[in-house]
């Protein structure tokens, strides 16, 4: 039986040193809004990629750089409790030289995992680039300002720049967040990327050399993934998405990284694969960007 392990039915977990990727499940679901199940994402992203194979046309074997796979993070406790484990785990692992990848539960454990990246980088600007459907810049959201609907806000609050790609559902509050920092956050939104479909965007000269990729799953269309909380329609396809993310990882240096908000459907195993897929074909995506593979 494969281990509980990114990749486990192929390859032995390294040492910790050893590996470029460090997969960091965070299984945190509180203030989901509509469906659930994103608590159980990180677990089911991990055995379904148990079936992938470890060649990738686009990227050759990002396995060959070593894929390490932390313990999940404890998601006991209050929000800020739980934010400050991941923000820990972010950062010891950008400032041990190696990746983190965080694997979600729902998208407010994005805040911790950036915070961390930031921590490991004094000094240094961090731009965040997000992939998503929603553009989760409420101020709050059904009573808390730790809402998956928030999340981009706290980190636009903590002076990130931010670029938005895919976002197709924002209401006239988000809009206004937008137009009051239009130097700090920059949006490529679905309705003019989709029609019809663009595989290059520039990022703008002034936003940072490093920078953390946030992918909630719902950026992708619904008709092709239909399993996360909120899926709306008119969203990215596969290839255009990872057109996507090659475009903006050739432009930057990557130092952290997320995929968020997968919620499985049980029996159906297209939508696990299709998460550890995406997974893993992030990681190779990052590692060419950075003349590895």
Not at 6 to 23: K, M, N, T, Y
Not at 46 to 71: F, K, M, V, W
Request: proline share 6%.
């Amino acid at each position: 039986m494969a281990e509980r392990i990114f990749l486990g039915s192929e390859i032995r977990q390294p040492a910790p040193d050893d590996a470029l990727f460090h997969v960091i499940p965070v299984p945190y679901e509180k203030t989901v809004s509509y469906g659930g199940g994103t608590a159980e994402g990180p677990a089911a992203i991990i055995e379904a990629s148990n079936q992938l194979e470890t060649y990738d046309q686009l990227h050759g074997e990002p396995c060959r750089l070593g894929i390490y796979t932390q313990e999940a993070v404890d998601c006991r406790g209050e929000a800020g409790d739980i934010l400050q484990r991941i923000r820990g785990r972010t950062r010891a692992t950008a400032e041990s030289g190696s990746l983190p990848f965080v694997l979600g539960g729902e998208h407010t454990v994005s805040y911790g995992a950036v915070m961390g990246v930031v921590d490991a980088f004094p000094g240094e600007r961090i731009g965040v680039v997000q992939f998503d459907a929603h553009a989760d810049l409420r101020e709050n959201y059904e009573g808390s300002i730790w809402s998956h609907a928030c999340v981009m806000k706290r980190l636009v609050d903590e002076g990130l720049p931010l670029c938005q790609i895919g976002v197709r559902a924002l209401s006239l509050d988000e809009q206004a967040v937008r137009h009051e920092f239009p130097a700090q956050i920059t949006a490529h939104d679905a309705r003019v990327i989709c029609r019809p479909p663009q595989h290059d965007l520039r990022l703008p000269e002034s936003f940072p050399q490093k920078i953390y990729i946030t992918v909630d799953i719902d950026g992708l269309d619904s008709a092709l993934m239909p399993a996360t909380g909120t899926p709306v329609p008119g969203g990215l396809g596969w290839w255009q998405l990872l057109d996507l993310l090659n475009s903006i990882a050739r432009q930057r240096q990557v130092v952290g990284l997320d995929l968020v908000e997968f919620a499985p459907i049980r029996d159906l195993h297209v939508y696990d694969f299709t998460a550890a897929d995406l997974a893993y074909k992030m990681m190779g995506i990052t590692a060419h960007s950075l003349g590895k593979l």
